[in-house]
């Protein structure tokens, strides 16, 4: 048998390679456990608690039912608009969203958190979700589409060089993306560029309170699964100052891993 690669021994291309190829897997249903958690919010079974929040008592939970424990309103959407979930937050609840603003959302998946969004931004806004795996564009714009939803824009790309204007939007969002990006720095630069002035960036992520183990770490599906790309906590509000950010803080927290892994709602503002 083939020994899997190392994490550390991978090119931040093949990096991504391995976080689209599981993502394609997310949007189709190919996993084998489909509907059945096993990319964000996974956990080691040995694990007491999940980074998402307490440990549901049966350990495997679907996307649905995350969506629904995290506090989504789940009511009128497609079944496929949740299946392919893979959040760590919530983080349209807690963005202070107003009509007429421009979102971005980072990593956008199967479109959920913009199609709440869209509804906050209403019709005289508009949100544009950019994602690098094709499927899960797709999927996107098949759900808005049964959805009804027109104020919404799919863009293909990377997060680390976004196809989106300079100083064009109000908010940015992302729901447990970062985590996977291997540069953590340029996803912060490129959101200070295209935000304008006063704009807000407001993003659920896995981020960490120690250190993860280097066998941990190194594992790819790990790092797919949203933990073995988390970064230090301190780490990554360095990452949002650098960019340009003020006020980059971890406004609220929820769960901790036996990792020290842990889901964070982080908000900063460019000047
Ligand atoms: C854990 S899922 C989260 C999806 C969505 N935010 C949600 O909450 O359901 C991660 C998503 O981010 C996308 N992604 C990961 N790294 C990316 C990158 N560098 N650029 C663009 N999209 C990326 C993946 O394709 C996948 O759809």
Do not use: W
Not at 195 to 222: A, N
Not at 247 to 263: C, P, Q, T, V, W
């Amino acid at each position: 048998m083939t020994e899997m690669k190392k994490v550390s021994e991978m090119e931040p291309d093949e990096i991504k390679k391995a976080v689209r190829d599981a993502y394609s897997k997310v949007a189709t249903g190919e996993n084998p456990e489909t509907g059945i958690i096993s990319s964000c919010c996974d956990e080691p079974a040995q694990s007491q608690s999940s980074c998402c929040g307490p440990a549901p008592e049966a350990a495997k939970i679907t996307r649905v039912n995350l969506a629904d424990a995290l506090g989504y309103d789940t009511e009128g959407m497609p079944i496929s608009a949740t299946e392919s979930f893979a959040g760590c937050g919530n983080p349209v609840a807690l963005a202070s969203l107003k009509e007429g603003e421009i979102v971005l959302d980072l990593g956008s998946g199967a479109g959920l958190d913009m199609f709440v969004a869209s509804k906050k931004v209403g019709e005289i806004g508009k949100v544009i979700g950019v994602d690098m795996t094709p499927a899960m564009i797709e999927k996107a714009k098949k759900n808005a589409k049964e959805l009804g939803i027109t104020n919404v824009e799919f863009r293909f790309g990377d997060i680390e060089d976004m196809p989106v204007d300079d100083n064009s939007v109000d908010v940015v969002i992302s729901n447990c993306v970062i985590n996977l990006a291997p540069n953590k720095g340029k996803v912060f630069q490129e959101a200070f560029r295209v935000l304008k002035p006063g704009g807000r960036v407001m993003v659920s992520d896995i981020v960490l309170s120690k250190p993860l183990p280097k066998e941990v770490s190194d594992e790819v599906v790990t790092y797919t699964g949203c933990i073995g790309g988390a970064i230090l906590d301190k780490e990554y509000l360095q990452h949002m100052r650098d960019a340009g950010f003020a006020d980059a803080k971890i406004a609220s927290k929820a769960g901790e891993s036996i990792h020290g892994a842990y889901s964070a709602y982080v908000t900063g503002t460019k000047p």
